[in-house]
C-alpha cells in the first residue's frame, strides 16, 4: 500500500481534525480506537516522512450524528482515504466516502431518498442537506399526523392489486415513498406478476391510487396502466405491516431471460408467516 504524499496526508488529516471539532461532543463524534491510533502515527509521521507506517488501514472511517430534533439524529458514516490509489493523480480529489444508517425512526424508503439526492463530494454540504431533508419530512409528519386527527375516521382494511408486470424502478419508489402522506402500510412487489398490498382507510387507499395515477403515472400511456384490485379485506382488520417497504430484492430466487419473474413460493410462505396465505390464493391464483 501507498501512502499520500506528506502534505496530502496533512490535509487529509485536517478534514478529521475538523470534524472533531465542529462535534467535539461524544454523542455527536463516534471515534473507533483503530481511527485513534492511526490519527496518532499518521500525524507523527507528517512532521517526519522517513518514518515507516505499520498497521494503517488504507482509510480512516468514523461516524457523525447530526442532530436534527431534540431527540432524534441520523447517523453518517465517514470513511477518509489515507492511502494513493494507483488510478487517481495526486492533484485531484482524494476520495471521501460516506453513507447514511437507518435510525428507527425512519424508514428505509425515506432513508434511501435522502442518500439518493444528497451532496456526493461535499460532506459539510450533504450534513445541511441531510438536516433540512430530515426537518422538511419530520414537519410533513406532523402536518398529517394533524389532517389526520381532525378528519373522520373509518375501519382499516386491506387491498390487493395485482400487475401483469411492474418493473420502473422511480415508479416502484414512488409506491413506497407517497405511501406514509396517505398513512397507508403495506409492501410492493415487483416484476412478472407485481402485487401491491395496501393498509388503511378505504378512502385513503383511493386517494393514494388516484394521486400514484395521474402523477407518477402520467406520462404513462392508459392502455398500459394494467393493475387491477383482486381483493379487499374489510373484516376486523389489524395492520400486519409497520410500513410501506419494497421486497422485491429481499424474497427468494428470481428467474426468466430478465431475472424479473419473482418466486412465488417464497411469496407465499413469506405471506402465509403473516397469517395471510388467503390473500395469495385469491391474488395469485
Known sequence: ????????????????????????????????????????????????????????????????????????????????????????????????????????????????????????DDVFAAFEYIREEAMHLLQKRESLTEVIATRSTGPLVRVWFYFPSLSTRGKRNDLVNYASDYSLTGFVLAGKPGVLCLEGQSTDIDAYMSFIKINSWGDIPSHQKKVSERFREMADIRRVFTEMEEITDSLGERSGQRANRGDMQALEAWLAARGLREAFEKVIF
Open 1 to 120: 500500500m501507498t501512502f499520500l504524499p506528506a502534505d496530502v496526508m496533512e490535509s487529509q488529516l485536517s478534514m478529521i481534525d475538523l470534524l472533531i471539532a465542529m462535534f467535539p461532543s461524544p454523542s455527536e463524534l463516534e471515534i473507533p480506537e483503530s481511527t485513534k491510533e492511526a490519527l496518532i502515527k499518521l500525524h507523527d509521521w507528517c512532521q517526519d516522512p522517513t518514518k515507516v507506517l505499520t498497521g494503517i488501514p488504507s482509510s480512516l472511517s468514523l461516524a457523525v450524528y447530526l442532530a436534527i430534533a431534540t431527540d432524534k439524529s441520523i447517523q453518517v458514516n465517514i470513511s477518509i482515504s489515507v492511502s494513493q490509489s494507483e488510478n487517481l493523480g495526486i492533484n485531484e480529489s482524494l476520495p471521501i466516502s460516506y453513507s447514511l444508517r437507518q435510525p428507527e425512526w425512519m424508514s428505509k424508503a425515506e432513508v434511501a431518498s435522502i442518500a439518493a439526492t444528497m451532496p456526493s
